[in-house]
């Protein structure tokens, strides 16, 4: 680090506490400053890290001071997202020394600039670690006052000086004691509470490692290229392997960090979470109790390594997570999960059907909660291996034995999965054809298609999705659509149509002598495009008929990663559209499906309900006011337990209501085709 930095850091780091309240100042006392400097072998990483992203990325950056600035907003906007670390002016200092000169750095394959930000973050944060433990100590707030306070502050300033910043500390603390008291706990144990989390976290920030540092400035770096490509270190990479196989005794659910939270990625078929249907995609945890009495331990910034040694376990323990569930946006008291460890179902993360009775016809209903495939059992041809593809197969011919007269695909949840298998699937429903086109960084596209002629099901057929549908549902609910071989009802689906790949970095010539692994690169390499040509980057797969859920849309989907690569178009794939579901047809089921979903009770009252939900959530702010506090929660409380949202919920009721709403619209569609085919058999007499 040039002498330069060291003075700014020294100069920041040394400015006046003397405009804190009294116990601010008493909380400050000076403490042993460590300062983190990268190891030798994140020096090494850092130069493959960027000789990876310059030559390997879909997208190809100039590497400039523009990159500079992006790469440094990024990485504080991680660090400090809530605005509750640094000042104004503090910030700008960092900019004027670190702004223009992390693309340099970068070039050089170097992050002391990055470790020198990290060493300014430590301080502030446990500058405010100490002044909460002292304000949580002493501080009697009155709760019968008008106060506010912003939960959602990425688009405010930062606080102009210490004093604005101490005021925010307050709030934040009294929406702490806000939470705590609607989790159930008295005055006593909420300071006690308090007090115990904010020495855990001081000693947490005590205990950065270099890793640390490396980590959160590598995560600013590569995702100022996309969303997706992220640098895994070499014990991270051993996680990432172990959650890709899925073979471990735990909870069933992928982790990934946002800020200082450890926040769930994705609900694993067969997994506790998933049957227990308690963890919700997007939840935050916030603490981690083993068994059912023990005391639950502050994961609040924990580096997700350590969240996730704590939540594994032996096959038929218990663990307990306290989490903000992501339903409430941030708002209202964190609840408590309790899950009983177990290994992984695989017959639970199988397709499923069932049939639904609607105006006298059977709707069969497909539920694919994945694209899986036993890979290793395909390469050996063991005969037998898993593979959606096959259990769609099975399933469908059960349902055509059955007679049924309409089928949807339940596609909600749906991350994706094989890409083999999204195409598969969809040459069960359609004639040979080209299904999904994927374009490369150089310019080259291939085309995947289903060369099968044969089609298992072509009788009236919807594909329901919502926001976490995603990747290869995407591909599937897009070919579908395409084709005119069905109706896709839900909502907008998550938006990622991008190819990543895992790339190992390696030295030249290391075989010869035994040095540190550098860790993993995870790319974006190429991007995914419908046959018609737009890609579903960015905007996803727009339903033909919109049936909104409970997950909150505008904090989920590729559009709110200000990174993620842009929606583009290229040529159009060559295809013959089926046309058995034409623009005419989905008007006339548009009109069916309002006015029959008017007269709905319960549909409507989950609508109002949902509109609330809505409304609540659009709000930035909180009233720290114990009546409006309680109210609200109450509100969110009542919604939660009514469809099926809250932790003692044994299945999703708005679920079911959108499923049997989406049978209802098939059904109206088997009676479409029903009447369109007896108008042709009427007419082609009169031609002869």
Not at 361 to 379: A, M, N
Request: charged share 25%; proline share 3%; with cysteine.
């Amino acid at each position: 680090m040039c002498r330069k930095s060291l003075l700014l850091i020294v100069v920041l780091m040394g400015s006046a506490v003397s405009v804190f309240a009294k116990n601010t100042a008493q909380s400050s006392q000076s403490v042993a400053v460590v300062t983190l400097v990268p190891t030798a072998a994140q020096e090494e990483a850092a130069k493959y890290i960027s000789q990876s992203l310059r030559q390997n990325h879909y997208r190809k950056i100039a590497v400039n001071d523009s990159l500079s600035q992006q790469i440094f907003n990024r990485y504080i906007d991680n660090l400090d997202g809530a605005k509750s670390y640094f000042v104004a002016s503090e910030v700008e200092s960092l900019r004027k020394i670190y702004g223009n000169r992390l693309d340099d750095e970068f070039l050089s394959g170097k992050s002391t600039s990055g470790f020198a930000i990290y060493n300014f973050f430590l301080k502030r944060a446990k500058e405010k670690m100490r002044f909460m433990k002292a304000t949580a100590d002493t501080i009697h707030f009155n709760f019968s006052v008008h106060d506010v306070l912003d939960i959602e502050r990425k688009s405010d300033p930062w606080p102009a000086d210490r004093r604005q910043l101490a005021d925010v500390w307050r709030k934040e603390l009294k929406y702490q004691w806000l939470n705590l008291k609607y989790s159930g706990e008295q005055s006593k144990t909420i300071r006690e509470s308090l007090e115990k989390s904010f020495i855990n976290r001081l000693n947490l920030l005590n205990r950065q490692k270099p890793d640390d540092a490396f980590q959160a400035y590598t995560y600013a770096l590569t995702t100022s290229f996309d969303p997706h490509t992220s640098y895994f270190s070499p014990a991270e990479y051993e996680n990432f392997q172990i959650d890709m196989s899925r073979s471990l005794e735990g909870i069933g659910a992928k982790l990934q960090t946002e800020g200082e939270y450890t926040v769930v990625n994705e609900i694993i078929p067969g997994g506790p979470a998933y049957k227990g249907n308690v963890l919700k995609k997007g939840d935050k945890i916030i603490a981690v109790g083993q068994g059912r009495t023990a005391e639950m331990a502050d994961v609040s910034g924990l580096r997700i390594n350590d969240v996730v040694k704590l939540i594994r376990g032996k096959k038929g323990t218990i663990v307990r997570l306290k989490v903000y569930p992501a339903s409430q946006s941030g708002r209202g008291p964190a609840k408590i999960v309790q899950l009983q460890r177990e290994k992984i179902d695989l017959e639970e993360q199988a397709a499923k059907k069932s049939i639904l009775q609607q105006n006298g016809q059977k709707i069969g209903v497909i539920t694919i909660p994945s694209f899986y495939l036993d890979f290793e059992g395909q390469q050996q041809n063991t005969g037998n291996y898993t593979s959606t593809t096959r259990d769609v197969t099975r399933i469908l011919n059960e349902l055509n034995a059955e007679h049924v007269e309409g089928v949807v695909i339940d596609l909600r949840d749906n991350g994706g999965g094989s890409l083999e298998e999204a195409v598969n699937v969809t040459g069960l429903f359609i004639a040979a054809g080209p299904v999904v086109q994927i374009s490369n960084s150089t310019g080259g596209k291939m085309v995947l298609r289903d060369e099968d002629r044969q089609v298992l099901y072509s009788g009236p057929l919807a594909v329901l999705v919502n926001r976490y549908s995603a990747s290869a549902s995407e591909i599937f609910a897009a070919a579908i659509q395409d084709y005119g071989r069905g109706l896709i009802i839900g909502e907008r689906t998550f938006g990622k149509g991008t190819v990543q790949s895992i790339i190992k970095l390696e030295r030249p010539f290391s075989f010869f002598v035994k040095k540190p692994e550098l860790g993993q690169i995870k790319l974006t390499i190429a991007k995914f495009y419908r046959i018609s040509g737009g890609s579903t980057q960015h905007k996803g797969v727009m339903p033909d008929i919109i049936m909104p859920s409970m997950i909150d849309t505008s904090a989920v989907g590729e559009d709110t990663y200000s990174s993620s690569l842009p929606w583009s178009t290229i040529s159009r794939s060559f295809y013959r559209p089926t046309a058995e579901v034409t623009t005419e047809d989905i008007s006339v089921l548009r009109q069916k499906q309002q006015e029959r979903s008017s007269k709905n009770r319960q549909y409507q009252a989950y609508l109002s309900d949902l509109n609330t939900l809505h409304q609540i959530r659009k709000r930035k702010n909180v009233m720290l006011q114990d009546s409006s506090f309680k109210a609200e929660i109450e509100t969110i409380k009542k919604i939660e337990g009514q469809w099926g949202q809250d932790q003692d919920s044994t299945k999703t009721l708005h679920k079911d209501l959108l499923l049997n709403q989406s049978a209802a619209v098939v059904s109206d569609l088997v009676e479409l085709k029903a009447v369109q085919r007896q108008t042709v058999t009427r007419v082609v007499p009169s031609l002869n």
